[in-house]
Structures are given as structure tokens and as C-alpha cells.
Nanobody, 127 residues
Framework: QVHVVESGGGLVQTGGSLRLSCAAS????????MGWFRQAPGKEREFVGA????????SYADSVKGRFTISRDNAKDTMYLDMNNVKPEDTAVYYC????????????????????WGQGTQVIVSS
């Protein structure tokens, strides 16, 4: 059993910063990537960004590129999302998810490729 837990959400003013954390624990598997997704009220869940576990390659949605940064600490099995210059449209529940090695190919943008999900952490950006 693998557990994924997000933390760090809260209320932040427009233009401010916030750091989210995602810790994974439990049965060790060959992880390919960890990803961040978000879901705003009345909207579908969308891809925010992801990081591959071995190489540290990152990928971001256009809406957050240049403002959000993903990093990881392999020793702690933890991923971080540094949110800078936040905007009201960043308000959402943020989810962390874990993707294992897949064949024939992985896809960090596809939420259906992620096997384990956290419970989510709420981020509210006030204007």
C-alpha cells in the first residue's frame, strides 16, 4: 500500500507565495514521476506540473509556467510545489499523485496514468 499526503495549503494574497509538499510512503515501487493536479470549484481537474523521479525533469502547464516550481527530495520521498506570484485563478484543491513505470510509455500529463493520489490540500488566493 502506498500513501500520498499533501500539506501546505492555505490562504494567500494575490502576488504572494506558498509551498505545498507531497510525501509518499509505504510499499516501495519503481516510481516514474510525481505530479500535481488541481481542481477549482465547478471545473474539471487539470494538470499543474510533474517531476520525474530519477532525472528530475519537470513539466508545467502553460498557466503556471514561470510562476510555479516543482522539486523533489528523493531521500525523503517528498515533492514540493513552490507557488509564486499567485493569482485568484490559482484557487483550487491541489492534489499530488504518483505514477509508476508503465509500458509502452509514461505520460505525466495524463491523470489516468497515476495510480496513487493524495486527499488534496486547499489553496485560496484572495484578491
Amino acid at each position: 500500500q502506498v500513501h500520498v499526503v499533501e500539506s501546505g495549503g492555505g490562504l494567500v494574497q494575490t502576488g504572494g507565495s506558498l509551498r505545498l509538499s507531497c510525501a509518499a510512503s509505504g510499499r516501495t515501487i519503481n516510481w516514474y514521476a510525481m505530479g500535481w493536479f488541481r481542481q477549482a470549484p465547478g471545473k474539471e481537474r487539470e494538470f499543474v506540473g510533474a517531476i520525474t523521479w530519477n532525472s528530475g525533469s519537470t513539466s508545467y502547464a502553460d498557466s503556471v509556467k514561470g510562476r510555479f516550481t516543482i522539486s523533489r527530495d528523493n531521500a525523503k520521498d517528498t515533492m514540493y510545489l513552490d507557488m509564486n506570484n499567485v493569482k485568484p485563478e490559482d484557487t483550487a484543491v491541489y492534489y499530488c499523485a504518483l505514477q509508476g513505470l508503465m509500458f509502452p510509455a509514461n505520460d505525466v500529463h495524463n491523470e489516468n496514468k497515476y495510480a496513487f493520489w493524495g486527499q488534496g490540500t486547499q489553496v485560496i488566493v484572495s484578491s
